[in-house]
């Protein structure tokens, strides 16, 4: 085999390792399953500004609902979501961590998430926690996109190989 040659075939072999490391690196949750979605179309912009509350959208958007289900000492892997959700926790309670920030939200307790910031959602009981999503996302988007390990926040990252660690978020009571 001439030298070009191999340098060519040697580049796109440690091309395809870097793309499959990364896919492999995607901090995906363990004990955290959603139920089956259901999704909804808001077919045009939506303006409503009614009871001293606003909803807006520019576009379509999807209205997907789910149930969440961690079990004891689970959790949602690093991710973030275009658009927001609201959630309201059913049962249990769960430990939401946005960057670096932690807060618990319990029984009847609500809150959302929003924008790019890595996040991660922990069962913070004994038993299994159970949470209910409404997701407001552009129309045919997905609800859910996994961080790369690359991108967890530092101090999160090595705090969470020895401790449970989360974060915080809006609250308010259901």
């Not at 001293?52 to 379509?60: G, P």
């Not at 960057?99 to 009981?125: H, M």
Request: proline share 5%.
């Amino acid at each position: 085999m001439n030298r070009p040659r191999a340098i060519l075939i040697s580049a796109i072999a440690l091309a395809g390792v870097a793309i499959f490391s990364v896919t492999a690196l995607a901090t995906s949750g363990v004990g955290f399953v959603g139920g089956p979605p259901v999704r909804g179309t808001l077919t045009h912009d939506v303006h409503i500004n009614a009871d001293r509350l606003k909803f807006q959208t520019k576009d379509a958007a999807d209205v997907v609902v789910q149930t969440i289900t961690i079990a004891p000492g689970g959790n949602s892997g690093w991710h973030y979501h275009p658009g927001f959700l609201l959630a309201v926790v059913e049962s249990g309670s769960v430990t939401l961590t946005v960057g670096c920030s932690s807060n618990t939200y319990s029984f009847g307790q609500t809150f959302y998430e929003t924008g790019t910031t890595p996040t991660i959602a922990r069962n913070a009981s004994a038993g299994q926690t159970v949470v209910r999503v409404t997701y407001v996302v552009p129309r045919g988007s997905v609800t859910r996109i996994d961080v790369p390990a690359s991108q967890i926040p530092t101090f999160q990252h090595r705090r969470s190989l020895f401790a449970d660690v989360s974060s915080s978020v809006e609250v308010g009571a259901a």
